[in-house]
């Protein structure tokens, strides 16, 4: 989810033999990720509600690279990503939350038993979205890559 040019499924789909789905609200995204992707499995829309209803419940992996800078942050952003990116990959609120909170509020129907949610998230808002994610019936951790200045808030649909 929130695929834009569709380099997290290609990265994926090239490590693992799967049925891969992406889904983006931005038009132009679609359109790259459909040139990255098998143009049939890119769809496009608001987070769960773009994807295939005969996957609810039984997705064991979900990456999501939702936006996740606060609203008032952008303008301190360097220019190659606030002037280059549109807003809806960017804008996560005022917090940099709000889109982990809807993707958690559904999480758990569309995630199989034992499912992952897999959610890029800032330092700042770790804490928040696992707390979401967590209110949405997942387990959660927290994995940080220093190498990388790189942090993901992992998910897991109880059985």
Same mark, same amino acid.
Request: hydrophobic share 50%.
């Given at each position: 989810?929130?695929?834009?040019?569709?380099?997290?499924?290609?990265?994926?789909?090239?490590?693992?033999?799967?049925?891969? +789905?992406?889904?983006?609200?931005?038009?132009?995204?679609?359109?790259?990720?459909? @040139?990255?992707?098998?143009?049939? $499995?890119? +769809?496009?829309?608001?987070?769960?509600?773009?994807?295939?209803?005969?996957?609810?419940?039984?997705?064991?992996? !979900? !990456?999501?690279?939702?936006?996740?800078?606060? $609203?008032?942050?952008?303008?301190?952003?360097?220019?190659?990503?606030?002037? +280059?990116?549109?807003?809806?990959?960017?804008?996560?609120?005022?917090?940099?939350?709000?889109? +982990?909170?809807?993707?958690?509020?559904?999480?758990?129907?569309?995630?199989?038993?034992?499912?992952?949610?897999? &959610?890029?998230?800032?330092?700042?808002?770790?804490? @928040?979205?696992?707390?979401?994610?967590?209110?949405?019936?997942?387990?959660?951790? &927290?994995? $940080?890559?220093?190498?990388?200045?790189? $942090?993901? !808030?992992?998910? @897991?649909?109880?059985?």
């Amino acid at each position: 989810l929130c695929c834009g040019a569709g380099a997290l499924g290609a990265a994926v789909a090239a490590s693992a033999e799967v049925e891969l +789905h992406a889904a983006d609200v931005d038009p132009a995204a679609v359109r790259c990720a459909r @040139r990255n992707l098998p143009a049939r $499995t890119v +769809h496009a829309g608001d987070l769960w509600d773009a994807l295939p209803r005969d996957l609810r419940g039984r997705v064991d992996v !979900v !990456v999501a690279n939702a936006p996740y800078v606060p $609203t008032a942050a952008i303008a301190l952003m360097p220019p190659e990503a606030r002037d +280059h990116e549109p807003a809806t990959a960017l804008d996560g609120g005022p917090d940099g939350t709000d889109v +982990h909170a809807r993707l958690a509020a559904q999480a758990a129907e569309w995630l199989a038993p034992g499912g992952y949610l897999v &959610v890029e998230t800032g330092r700042t808002q770790a804490a @928040r979205t696992v707390a979401l994610l967590a209110a949405g019936a997942l387990s959660t951790r &927290v994995v $940080t890559d220093e190498d990388l200045d790189a $942090t993901v !808030v992992v998910g @897991r649909r109880r059985v």
